[in-house]
């Protein structure tokens, strides 16, 4: 990171150092939260077939939970005094989940958005080590209310598959 870009006479008991740690990993989850946004509020315009009204419902409280979740993401971020990423090259560079081409099965989204909430679940959980380390409680709450949405999303999206 450029040092231009870290604000200066940040004193909250957290080393530039550190919160340059913990801000590479909250860029990669923004990153995480990001695409899968994308990929949800996609699947959503798109999905088809049977369990079309289930799906288009959950698949809007879920893509609306996201673009909630990248502002706090974001903001967490700048308040640890580093640029928050936002543009598409950066979010492809770091993303773990990686876009869908065409129009999938409605199953198949499903089984995708699965796959998407866990991939971001293990990069939050990635993170933790960084925050706990340097005693960084808001980004450690920050984490685990992101944990309990992917791993409840990847739950719910995960019953659905079951016969």
């Known amino acids: 990171m450029s040092k231009k870009n870290i604000a200066p006479g940040i004193n909250i008991g957290i080393g530039a150092k ?30 088809t077939g049977p369990m079309f009204n289930t799906l288009h419902t959950m698949f809007e409280e879920q893509y609306t939970e996201l673009w909630n979740a990248t502002d706090m993401v974001a903001e967490r971020i700048r308040a640890l005094g580093y640029p928050a990423i936002g543009t598409f090259s950066q979010y492809n560079k770091l993303s773990t989940i990686k876009e869908t081409i065409g129009v999938p099965e409605a199953e198949e989204m499903i089984r995708l958005l699965v796959e998407g909430n866990e ?24 984490l685990t209310a992101r944990l309990q949405a992917h791993e409840k999303n990847a739950w719910m999206l995960r019953s659905l598959l079951e016969s």
């Not at 995480?32 to 959503?44: E, I, M, R, V």
């Not at 991939?119 to 920050?142: H, N, V």
């Open 18 to 47: 550190d919160r340059e740690k913990i801000c590479a990993g909250l860029n990669a989850l923004l990153a995480d939260t990001f695409a899968l946004y994308l990929k949800t509020h996609n699947f959503h315009w798109n999905v």
């Open 119 to 142: 991939a971001a679940a293990r990069t939050a959980r990635k993170s933790f080590p960084a925050a706990d380390k340097a005693g960084d409680e808001a980004t450690a709450d920050l």
